[in-house]
């Protein structure tokens, strides 16, 4: 019973009809604007800071998405450029021998002067010289012969499979065959050596 008479709001809407026109009017603005401003802050307000939560995030995928796009459409290129420079890389390593093959490399080199007609007078390789993933190898050369033969020593060193530089040469007349002179060369040839460590630990 008590319920029903708190739930009643007939007397309240008589003195309602009692009030002037102006005064309803004013009070039924004022009820409307209070529903519209409840309404506003308990659902709407809400439902605004969750759709520009959602709005940011809608961004921050498309952006995701543009840059993953981007990545899709130019792996084909990245994987050519890729398999391009491994081929390069494979190629350079076959021009630089193993520790296994140095001493064949070395080998090759001194067959190469007696070929052309020079005489190997000394021959020492020296201490290695580190470079990350290969070595320097240089070796101390001291070799007699005609100037021609030194010339097609030369050539042949330049036309290896592997990498030799001649440096450092030093010439002078040992003695005279006949009308030409033969020379005494001093010098340094540098072959190189893969250094299978430091690329395995890279």
Same mark, same amino acid.
Do not use: C
């Given at each position: 019973?008590?319920?029903?008479?708190?739930?009643?709001?007939?007397?309240?809407?008589?003195?309602?009809?009692?009030?002037?026109?102006?005064?309803?009017?004013?009070?039924?603005?004022?009820?409307?604007?209070?529903?519209?401003?409840?309404?506003?802050?308990?659902?709407?307000?809400g439902?605004?800071?969750?759709?520009r939560?959602?709005?940011?995030?809608?961004?921050?995928?498309?952006?995701?998405?543009?840059?993953?796009?981007?990545?899709?459409?130019?792996?084909?290129?990245?994987?050519?450029?890729?398999?391009?420079?491994?081929?390069?890389?494979? !190629?350079? #390593?076959? =021009?630089?021998?193993?520790? /296994? %093959? *140095?001493?064949?490399?070395?080998? &090759?080199?001194?067959? +190469?002067?007696?070929?052309?007609?020079?005489?190997?007078?000394?021959?020492?390789?020296?201490?290695?010289?580190?470079?990350?993933?290969?070595?320097?190898?240089?070796?101390?050369?001291?070799?007699?012969?005609?100037?021609?033969?030194?010339?097609?020593?030369?050539?042949?060193? !330049?036309? #290896?499979? =592997?990498?030799v530089n001649? /440096? %450092? *040469?030093?010439?002078?007349?040992? &003695?005279?065959r006949? +009308?030409?002179?033969?020379?005494?060369v001093?010098?340094?040839?540098?072959?190189?050596?893969?250094?299978?460590?430091?690329?395995?630990?890279?």
């Amino acid at each position: 019973m008590a319920l029903k008479e708190q739930l009643d709001i007939r007397p309240m809407l008589e003195k309602m009809e009692r009030l002037p026109a102006i005064q309803r009017y004013a009070v039924l603005g004022v009820i409307f604007l209070a529903v519209i401003g409840i309404y506003w802050f308990t659902l709407y307000g809400g439902k605004r800071d969750e759709h520009r939560r959602l709005q940011a995030q809608l961004t921050q995928l498309q952006t995701k998405i543009a840059e993953t796009r981007s990545v899709v459409s130019n792996l084909k290129s990245f994987e050519e450029s890729r398999e391009r420079l491994q081929k390069e890389l494979r !190629a350079a #390593l076959r =021009r630089l021998p193993n520790a /296994s %093959e *140095l001493p064949v490399l070395l080998t &090759d080199i001194t067959s +190469l002067g007696k070929k052309s007609g020079l005489e190997f007078r000394s021959f020492r390789p020296s201490g290695e010289i580190g470079r990350g993933f290969y070595a320097e190898v240089p070796i101390q050369i001291e070799l007699s012969g005609k100037y021609h033969d030194l010339g097609v020593f030369f050539d042949r060193i !330049a036309h #290896l499979s =592997r990498i030799v530089n001649v /440096s %450092e *040469l030093n010439f002078m007349i040992r &003695d005279y065959r006949g +009308l030409s002179p033969v020379l005494k060369v001093k010098g340094v040839a540098t072959t190189f050596r893969f250094n299978e460590n430091a690329a395995g630990g890279e």
